[in-house]
């Protein structure tokens, strides 16, 4: 098991530009969950999906929307991106929603807004 | 809201002292905290829980609800244990966690 796994790896876009990550979870697990980490800083929590739903989600704007595979794989869309959306973007999964159980984070895609 | 406080950005000691380092939070309902390690060029990892009770790599933690704080301790550190440290607070739902800011623990030979 490859355990959960992100791409791209880096990313470079430019300003008012859209982008989409991507993040497939560890197996056997069916909830994913997104965070922004801005260098130096502690990640952020951006939101959750199990069951292919947004079941809760951080203080981020609407330009960060995100969808949830029947396969449980999970992708990232970014509209209008700005500079500061630069940042590492994890992914993280678990295999129940709602309890807290470990999660796995996967090793982050960069994305660099220019 | 919810909110964890890594007071220390970098803490730096000698091999076999011991190391402290500090976590407070801020939440309404009944905590659920946790540490995160990240080593160098890996992933972020979970440490330990506070509902566990279990020492991993020598470390402990206790929370202290009166003092609202969730300190990483370690009698002795290992040059080993260096690597960026991350207290993290789960809400009762069991949804979303919250990051502290991380604090960089480097331990000198």
């Known amino acids: 098991d490859a355990g959960v796994t992100q791409s791209p790896t880096h990313l470079i876009k430019t300003r008012g530009q859209q982008v989409t990550l991507r993040c497939s979870p560890k197996?056997?697990?069916?909830?994913v969950s997104w965070y922004q980490q801005a260098l130096g800083q502690g990640p952020q929590f951006i939101f959750q999906?199990?069951?292919?739903?947004?079941?809760q989600r951080g203080n981020f704007p609407d330009r960060f929307s995100g969808h949830q595979f029947p396969n449980y794989s999970s992708e990232l869309n970014v509209n209008a991106l700005l500079l500061g959306d630069s940042a590492l973007y994890l992914c993280?999964?678990?295999?129940?929603?709602?309890?807290?159980?470990?999660?796995?984070f996967g090793p982050g895609t960069r994305l660099t807004v220019t | 809201a919810q909110r964890v406080t890594q007071p220390e950005k970098l803490l730096s000691v000698f091999k076999g002292a011991p190391v402290e380092l500090k976590c407070n939070y801020s939440y309404s309902g009944s905590p659920e905290l946790f540490w995160y390690v990240q080593y160098s060029r890996q992933r972020l990892q979970l440490l330990l829980r506070h509902i566990s009770r279990e020492s991993i790599k020598g470390f402990t933690a206790d929370l202290n609800k009166g003092e609202t704080s969730f300190h990483l301790k370690k009698p002795f550190a290992q040059e080993e244990d260096s690597a960026m440290y991350y207290c993290a607070l789960l809400n009762n739902a069991g949804n979303m966690l919250t990051f502290g800011g991380g604090t960089r623990l480097m331990v000198k030979p």
């Open positions: 999906y199990y069951e292919e739903e947004e079941r």
């Open positions: 993280a999964s678990a295999p129940v929603q709602g309890l807290s159980y470990e999660q796995y």
């Open positions: 197996s056997g697990h069916d909830t």
